[in-house]
């Protein structure tokens, strides 16, 4: 019997420590919090080893690949004289005198790649010297332009001495130098739109614009 008692004893107290340390696991308080702060790259950036997918290393992901801005490229389109009006649907001449601005002073035109002035060229030159005489207040812009052909630098450069020469003929024949500027457009502003002779020898000239009067 006593025995018995013993191992009821015994049996019994296991019972007891078992009780007492599923008591204590269910009362062991659970502690929650923040996790760990990550420091937000900014909008637009992927944070480091996350592809857009959010999967870690995203495939085709490179870890510098963000969007750059590529700056504009020069332009180097034509810009047409007269907004809005093709050559084609105006008469010969026609589309010069709209882009031209309807300037008193006749413009004068070149052979290509040249700067020299024509004999051709005379009679207009003389008329613009008569009618800038006869102004005398009449401020003026000569400006230097070329047909398309040819890069955007070598035409400013050629634009710039038909400008020159004009001008010297000017001065040569008495007009005041604080009355002449001059600047070269280049290729960049055609009065006539075109790819063959006949707009290129209307592009190929000096025009003049009236700065006061």
Same mark, same amino acid.
């Given at each position: 019997m006593r025995l018995r008692s013993h191992v009821y004893c015994v049996l019994v107290l296991v019972a007891l420590v078992g009780a007492l340390a599923l008591w204590g696991c269910a009362k062991k308080p659970v502690v929650t919090g923040p996790g760990p702060t990550i420091a937000s790259p900014g909008p637009g950036v992927a944070p480091s080893g996350v592809g857009p997918s959010g999967a870690p290393g995203g495939a085709g992901v490179s870890a510098g690949e963000i969007p750059v801005a590529r700056p504009v490229p020069p332009?180097?389109?034509?810009i047409p004289g007269t907004p809005g009006v093709s050559s084609s649907a105006l008469p010969a001449g026609a589309a010069v005198t709209a882009a031209a601005g309807m300037s008193p002073l006749k413009d004068v035109f070149f052979e290509y790649d040249k700067?020299?002035?024509d004999a051709s060229q005379k009679? /207009?030159?003389?008329d613009n010297v008569r009618w800038l005489k006869a102004n005398g207040t009449a401020r003026i812009l000569v400006e230097g332009h070329c047909d398309e052909r040819g890069t955007a630098e070598y035409n400013l450069g050629l634009g710039d001495r038909r400008a020159k020469t004009v001008r010297d003929y000017l001065l040569t024949a008495g007009i005041a /130098?604080?009355?002449i500027g001059t600047i070269s457009y280049g290729k960049e502003r055609p009065f006539v739109l075109g790819h063959d002779e006949s707009a290129?020898?209307?592009n190929r000239r000096v025009h003049f614009t009236l700065q006061g009067r």
């Open positions: 332009r180097e389109t034509p700067a020299v002035i009679t /207009a030159l003389d /130098a604080n009355r290129w020898k209307q």
